[in-house]
């Protein structure tokens, strides 16, 4: 992999950072559309499970691992393969903010009070995840299914490291449930999510070598990359001041 390459990489990492970006924002907007679907959600697990912020770390390290998992398809198989996986991270977000604004459902009824998690050695961790989880971005939980979905796209023959990925997905999937900042349901349509798009769409992209495609020069490659990372910085800045988006 040459400079070119990485350049790529960290272009399609910076664009797929800032469409993360938007993420309170679309809930933000999903909170104003005056409809709660949430109370429907709740089930006799969410009352079951009690909150235990020892999670916290499972919980965090979702911001890390998927990362770790799209590094190794770049090693093991390749920009293209890398490409595929990327452009299918942003399918299943775009997804997952179009479901949060046509159907709203917040988790406020299952996330705890400020002062229920202002106590205790994690407690400065699940401030920062209370403070960063717009209640709104709940149903399905892309928390879980982008995890789901990076564990379904790691390289094959590194078994030991799936069972790794896949152990620590299973105290992830427990996390979002024992930190109250998700229902039950949440969680298990996020996995349900994140398996049907996997099979619905990156399978078909593996099956077809999308993605394969080669630059003409160095100049295009940063300007077919670098034009919608500008377009979404500025739509996301634009986003922000027009729904009065607390900044």
């Given at each position: 992999?040459?400079?070119?390459?990485?350049?790529?990489?960290?272009?399609?990492?910076?664009?797929?950072y800032v469409s993360f970006a938007y993420y309170p924002v679309?809930?933000?907007?999903?909170?104003?559309?005056?409809?709660?679907?949430?109370?429907?959600?709740?089930t006799p697990v969410d009352d079951a499970i009690p909150y235990?912020?020892?999670?916290?770390?499972?919980?965090g390290l979702a911001y890390i691992a998927p990362m770790a998992?799209?590094?190794?398809?770049?090693?093991?198989?390749?920009?293209?393969?890398?490409?595929?996986?990327?452009?299918?991270?942003?399918?299943?977000?775009?997804?997952?903010?179009?479901?949060?604004?046509?159907?709203?459902?917040?988790?406020?009824?299952?996330?705890?009070?400020?002062?229920?998690?202002?106590?205790?050695?994690?407690?400065?961790?699940?401030?920062?995840?209370?403070?960063?989880?717009?209640?709104?971005?709940?149903?399905?939980?892309?928390?879980?299914?982008?995890?789901?979905?990076?564990?379904?796209?790691?390289?094959?023959?590194?078994?030991?490291?799936?069972?790794?990925?896949?152990?620590?997905?299973?105290?992830?999937?427990?996390?979002?449930?024992?930190?109250?900042?998700?229902?039950?349901?949440?969680?298990?349509?996020?996995?349900?999510?994140?398996?049907?798009?996997?099979?619905?769409?990156?399978?078909?992209?593996?099956?077809?070598?999308?993605?394969?495609?080669?630059?003409?020069?160095?100049?295009?490659?940063?300007?077919?990359?670098?034009?919608?990372?500008?377009?979404?910085?500025?739509?996301?800045?634009?986003?922000?001041?027009?729904?009065?988006?607390?900044?």
């Amino acid at each position: 992999m040459d400079r070119d390459d990485l350049a790529e990489v960290a272009l399609l990492g910076l664009v797929g950072y800032v469409s993360f970006a938007y993420y309170p924002v679309v809930g933000w907007l999903a909170g104003t559309r005056g409809t709660d679907f949430g109370p429907l959600l709740r089930t006799p697990v969410d009352d079951a499970i009690p909150y235990l912020p020892v999670f916290a770390l499972s919980y965090g390290l979702a911001y890390i691992a998927p990362m770790a998992a799209a590094l190794a398809v770049l090693k093991l198989r390749g920009m293209p393969a890398f490409r595929r996986v990327f452009f299918g991270y942003l399918g299943l977000l775009a997804l997952h903010y179009a479901f949060w604004i046509a159907f709203p459902s917040s988790a406020r009824g299952v996330m705890l009070a400020p002062e229920a998690v202002s106590s205790g050695s994690w407690a400065p961790a699940v401030r920062v995840f209370y403070g960063i989880a717009p209640p709104w971005n709940a149903f399905p939980s892309f928390h879980v299914a982008g995890c789901w979905y990076f564990y379904r796209v790691m390289p094959p023959g590194r078994a030991a490291w799936s069972r790794l990925y896949l152990l620590w997905f299973l105290t992830m999937f427990a996390s979002t449930l024992a930190l109250k900042l998700h229902w039950f349901m949440d969680s298990v349509f996020g996995w349900l999510a994140a398996e049907a798009f996997y099979r619905a769409v990156h399978r078909r992209l593996e099956a077809t070598d999308a993605c394969a495609w080669t630059w003409d020069s160095t100049r295009a490659r940063l300007t077919a990359l670098g034009a919608p990372l500008l377009g979404l910085a500025a739509a996301l800045g634009l986003a922000m001041a027009r729904l009065g988006y607390p900044r």
